[in-house]
Structures are given as C-alpha cells and as structure tokens.
T-cell receptor, first 114, second 109 residues
Framework: ETGVTQTPRHLVMGMTNKKSLKCEQH?????MYWYKQSAKKPLELMFV???????ENNSVPSRFSPECPNSSHLFLHLHTLQPEDSALYLC?????????????FGEGSRLTVL | GQNIDQPTEMTATEGAIVQINCTYQ??????LFWYQQHAGEAPTFLSY??LDGLEEKGRFSSFLSRSKGYSYLLLKELQMKDSASYLC??????????WGAGTKLIIKP
C-alpha cells in the first residue's frame, strides 16, 4: 500500500458511543495531522504530531483524544460527541511539521453523530 | 486576524480556461499551496509558489504576487474530470497553514 489510508470511511454514532478513527501512512513521514472539514468552511487543524510527539492542539474539546503510537499510525478516539461534530475528518502527513513540504491527505472518515 | 478569500463556486465550459483567485492576509508568508479535492476524495497537492511569478505544470498554472497578497490558479483546456473543489492555503511566519474555504468548480459540456 502507498500513501495515507484512513478507516473507517464512514461512521455513524450516537452521542454516548465510543469509537476510533485510524490513519496509517506509508510514506516514511515524521509528521501527522488531524483536520476537520465541514461544508463550505476552511480546513480546521485539530492536532499535529511530529516524531510521535504532540506539537499542537488547537483548543480541541476533550471528547476528541488523539493517539500516535509511532510515526506511521495516528488514531482519533471519539467519546460523547455532539451532532455539530458531524464532519469529514482528514488525516495528513508530511516529512516533518513546520517544514516546507506539502501535505499528503487520506480520503477521510465521514462522521455522522446522531 | 488571518484570512484567505476565494470564490465559493465557479462554472466553466469544457475546453475553456478558468482562473480561480485567492487573496490572503496573513502574519508573514512562507509559501502558498493549491490543492484539488474531488467529491469524497482526499485533497491532492497541485502547486506551490513562494516567489512572485507564474509556475506552469501542464494544463495548470499558478501565479503569485506577494506584494498584493494574491494568487490565482489557471486551468486550461478544461476537462470534465477537473470538476472539483480547489483549496488555497498559505503558510504563515510560524509555518502554520491557513486555509481558504475552497472553490467548487463545475464544468459543463
């Protein structure tokens, strides 16, 4: 496999459920990102990991909990979400954060919170 | 505050040329990116400009004027597969990416 893969592609959950999104990159990059994409809005950066260390948390509610066990894998654990959290969650990677290279994105996990 | 402006939606005809504009106000500048995103797919990198001028890559070109805080993406010989959203993003002085909301381009036969 190549590139950035995300699972699941679609997820429907109730407000009391606990679920996780998974991202894996096969590019040998050292930085990984979670973005939220809502219709007609700019991409919102949620978390950044550089060499497995979290370097950015953009005031994201604690109901979103990231985990980065190694440079190739990134998880987003979801708990007691709200309907307004329904969106496309994109994972991305780059050679390293703060560098000049471009981001490589996964196809996203479409989350619907009922 | 930091801001990226681009049109919400544009329509063009197959075979024609379209220019998608992007204006920005950011704290510093360390490069401007254009990404293409087809519906339900990942955004993919199209171009990067850090110096003023035109960068050409096949049917796509990207222009930058740093003094005007302005860029455009020029798409020539439009094809139906060019129907997608086009995202403009600027890297600020802290190397943070500031994103526009994207321009949805509709190509008609």
């Amino acid at each position: 496999e190549t590139g950035v893969t995300q699972t699941p592609r679609h997820l429907v959950m109730g407000m009391t459920n606990k679920k996780s999104l998974k991202c894996e990159q096969h590019l040998g990059h050292n930085a990984m990102y979670w973005y939220k994409q809502s219709a007609k809005k700019p991409l919102e950066l949620m978390f950044v990991y550089n060499f497995k260390e979290q370097t950015e948390n953009n005031s994201v509610p604690s109901r979103f909990s990231p985990e980065c066990p190694n440079s190739s894998h990134l998880f987003l654990h979801l708990h007691t979400l709200q309907p307004e959290d329904s969106a496309l969650y994109l994972c991305a990677s780059s050679q390293e954060s703060g560098g000049v290279g471009e981001l490589f994105f996964g196809e996203g996990s479409r989350l619907t919170v009922l | 505050g930091q801001n990226i402006d681009q049109p919400t939606e544009m329509t063009a005809t197959e075979g024609a040329i379209v220019q998608i504009n992007c204006t920005y106000q950011t704290s510093g500048f360390n490069g401007l990116f254009w990404y293409q995103q087809h519906a339900g797919e990942a955004p993919t990198f199209l171009s990067y400009n850090v110096l003023d001028g035109l960068e050409e890559k096949g049917r796509f070109s990207s222009f930058l004027s740093r003094s005007k805080g302005y860029s455009y993406l020029l798409l020539k010989e439009l094809q139906m597969k060019d129907s997608a959203s086009y995202l403009c993003a600027v890297r600020d002085s802290n190397y943070q990416l500031i994103w526009g909301a994207g321009t949805k381009l509709i190509i008609k036969p």
